[in-house]
């Protein structure tokens, strides 16, 4: 890294492009987690445990690797935090493999209910999607230890960093993005393969396949996504000149990006339960905003008939308050709020 790569127009746009889609990714996740989990017929889905738990990995996307390791250790140009993108380096693999493992949980899901929906019951449990969750959540936090591990060690930086990009990322990672892309295609003609044979059950067939359409859509938008971050990887194990460079760094993390915020706009496309709970939730809460207006104005014409002046008569308290009639205007009324007594000689 040296000054003469470094072009702070480039660094600038760069930054806005991830702190608006940063934002998106944040707000648009969050938006699909209370969705997913606040609707109880969505929240019984086994699919949709997978699918809060990918949210879940893409907010922590928004949280740990855009504001730190995308900003902060690309090769351009040095920053004062440049000392400490072995620990951001970690978080990115925690979450680029938690991801990517997740993604092949929602195809295995997807697999089993198209290609086998008879075994569907008795293959993907309440028991084997918890263990898919420990396995999505424990197995990166441990792989992404791994280069840290080589790094502290004494190894070589270089080497190791070449080391585990060709492990991890082009043997483990590219595996599991091939065989989800060899699933998914299978899962597509299986389910053109139905909708020619259901044709008596054709709602519930549609709302299925429309659902399963939005999850091989997610996880081939990943795919496409995935490419060039994998070209760059490649390049920098082989090490030619000019692929490797700090502008490519920064498009194939915006890729990436893009790829994590537009997943919550997928379910929306696809999904129609999903449409009508989000409408639900926004409808409850401009509900609850209006309830509180008027609990407020409800509340401060209390507090001016309270303080409104009193006057003490034989009869009782009169109290004056002004309020518009009809016409427009404001007139005085006078309200008997308490009387008291007198004896008859």
Known sequence: MGKDTCSTSTETLFFILYGVIGVIIFTGNLFACVVFLTTEKLRRSKMNVLLVSLAAWDIQMSVFVIPFYAVYCGRGCEYSLLSYCWLMRGAKDCVKIGTTLNLYAVTYDRYIAVLHPLQYGSKITPKRVTSMLVVVWCLPIILASIRNFWQHNGSDTRFANKLYDSIIVLGFVVLLVVLMLITNVKIIRAIRKQA????????????????????VTVVLVFVICWLPRAVYNFSYIVNPPGLASPLFFRICFLFLF??????????????????????????CRRVVERAESVLSAIRTVSFLSDTAPQVQTDSGIVRWSCFGDRSGHSKPRVYLTSYKMTEQN
């Open 196 to 215: 020619d044979r259901e044709k008596r059950d054709l709602h519930l067939s549609c709302q299925t396949r429309k659902g399963t359409f939005a999850c």
């Open 258 to 283: 893009i790829q994590s915020s537009i997943n919550p706009l997928i379910y929306w496309f696809y999904r129609a339960e999903f449409r009508r709970a989000g409408y639900r939730l926004l409808r």
